[in-house]
């Protein structure tokens, strides 16, 4: 069984950028897709990125999100910050059978 | 559009049960593998149970399995969760999710419930 690890808190100002990375604990990061998700605060999770790299409907083009197989790592990558970006961020992943793993989530401050 | 309601959390007193219903609209129910992921207070989210398609096929973390029950109702469009001997570690908001896929297992969650608190205390 594997985690995905997450820092516990990020943040940055307007405008600029910031990565946020999932590393897996065991296995490989490219033999399952990784998810994220954002959850506002006092909201239900959305779907922002799907199968390692594409965004839900709606999604904009500023959140881009990768995998990197030398660090057994995804990130997720959100350009050009804005204040209604803060939020909690998790990435997820399955195992391939039946078991879906969250990261313990980051919280974004864009102050 | 596709709807998820919870309902059915409450506070509870330790060791007694609950059962968790999420209503569902907007889509073909029967078609898709549904979840409940719980999250407790300031902590992140936590997979905790998952139906195939049709309810033949159940999945849980180790960590409730045993205690968490999930099954579903596609005549009347309903996912429902089971938990028996609440303990206090149970505190939690139970979202339900519907998976990504059709017919089967997928590997994410594309649709979310606001959620039903449940809170377990003496």
């Known amino acids: 069984n594997f985690m995905l690890t997450q820092p516990h808190s990020v943040s940055e100002s307007p405008g600029r950028t910031v990565v946020i990375p999932c590393t897996r604990s065991?296995?490989?990061?490219?033999?399952?897709?990784v998810q994220w998700y954002q959850q506002r605060p006092g909201s239900a999770p959305t779907i922002l990125i799907y199968?390692?790299?594409?965004?839900s409907f709606g999604v904009p083009h500023r959140f881009t999100a990768s995998i990197d197989r030398s660090s057994n790592s995804a990130s997720l990558k959100i350009s050009g910050l804005q204040t209604e970006d803060e939020a909690d961020y998790y990435c997820?992943?399955?195992?391939?059978?039946?078991?879906?793993?969250f990261g313990g989530g980051t919280r974004l401050t864009v102050l | 559009q596709v709807q998820l309601v919870e309902s059915g959390g409450g506070v509870v007193q330790p060791a007694t049960s609950l059962k968790l219903s999420c209503a569902t609209s907007?889509?073909?129910?029967?078609?898709?593998?549904m979840h409940w992921v719980r999250q407790a207070p300031g902590k992140g989210l936590e997979w905790v149970a998952s139906?195939?398609?049709?309810?033949?096929?159940?999945a849980y973390p180790d960590s409730v399995k045993g205690q968490f029950t999930i099954s579903r109702d596609n005549s009347g469009n309903i996912l429902y969760l089971q938990i028996s001997n609440l303990r206090v570690e149970d505190t939690a908001m139970y979202y339900c999710?519907?998976?990504?896929?059709?017919?089967?297992?997928?590997?994410?969650?594309?649709?979310w419930g606001q959620g039903t608190l449940v809170s377990v205390s003496s």
């Open positions: 999710a519907r998976d990504s896929k059709v017919r089967w297992f997928g590997h994410y969650f594309d649709y």
């Open positions: 907007g889509f073909t129910f029967s078609n898709y593998a």
């Open positions: 139906v195939s398609y049709d309810g033949s096929r159940e």
């Open positions: 065991s296995g490989t990061i490219g033999s399952n897709y």
């Open positions: 199968e390692d790299d594409i965004r």
């Open positions: 997820q992943s399955h195992d391939g059978d039946s078991r879906w793993v």
